[in-house]
């Protein structure tokens, strides 16, 4: 069952914050982030793991609760760099190496 | 630079001619993913590789089929297209197992007429 993501798309002025959110109405095992700019390949960001677990690129973090089923994203004092669609993929511990990816999150940072 | 890398960047196909899409990887990674993506959309997985072991998602139409002749490349194959399968057709690899992150190609963008 894909993840749900929210927003679906947000505006943000360089040097603003955002988070992205990613729930499930399943068990997760882990949960994977990867950005997408306009006609190019989803590149891989970071993948949380354990319940409560947070990570960081850069300065874009993440969290992972496992009691919610969600992993939000943060996006700190965004860089113009920061623009593009951004997914969670869940990895289910049965799954293997499959992920459901959600929805999408687009996100444009202006000037 | 390792990486994966998906040809041609952009095909146009007749309805229902066959077409073939290719995929190779320098980064020896036993499992490889083909994706369809539409405008706006998540991609959705159409197959996986475990090495040589073929996995079928349980919604992917029987128009679509995969072959990896070995570790490095994997193709697409769509026997017949239709209107509906014009896409963004995206291969990745990644590790064998759990919390292996996928590595994108740059995408096959298919159009039909």
């Known amino acids: 069952q894909q993840p749900v993501q929210s927003p679906q798309a947000v505006i943000l002025r360089e040097g603003e914050d955002a988070v992205i959110n990613c729930s499930s109405s399943?068990?997760?095992?882990?949960v994977h982030w990867y950005r997408q700019k306009h006609g190019e390949a989803p590149i891989f960001l970071m993948i949380?793991?354990?319940?409560?677990e947070q990570k960081g690129h850069d300065k874009i973090s993440a969290s992972f609760n496992e009691k919610k089923q969600q992993s939000s994203l943060y996006l700190t004092a965004s860089q113009l760099s920061y623009s593009g669609t951004y997914f969670c993929?869940?990895?289910?511990?049965?799954?293997?190496?499959?992920?459901?990816f959600g929805g999408g999150t687009r996100v444009l940072v202006k000037p | 630079d390792a990486m994966v890398i998906q040809n041609p960047r952009y095909q146009v196909t007749q309805f229902g001619k066959p077409v073939t899409l290719s995929c190779s990887q320098t980064l020896n990674h036993n499992v490889m993913y083909w994706y369809q993506q539409k405008s706006s959309q998540a991609p959705k997985l159409l197959f996986h590789y475990y090495d040589k072991d073929f996995n079928n998602e349980a919604d992917t139409p029987d128009n679509f089929q995969s072959r990896r002749p070995n570790t490095s490349f994997c193709f697409l194959d769509i026997r017949s297209p239709g209107l509906g399968d014009a896409a963004m057709y995206l291969c990745a690899a990644s590790e064998i197992g759990t919390l292996q992150p996928q590595h994108f190609g740059d995408g096959t963008r298919l159009s039909i007429l």
């Open positions: 993929g869940t990895e289910m511990r049965a799954a293997g190496n499959k992920l459901t």
């Open positions: 399943k068990a997760l095992y882990s």
């Open positions: 949380l793991l354990k319940g409560g």
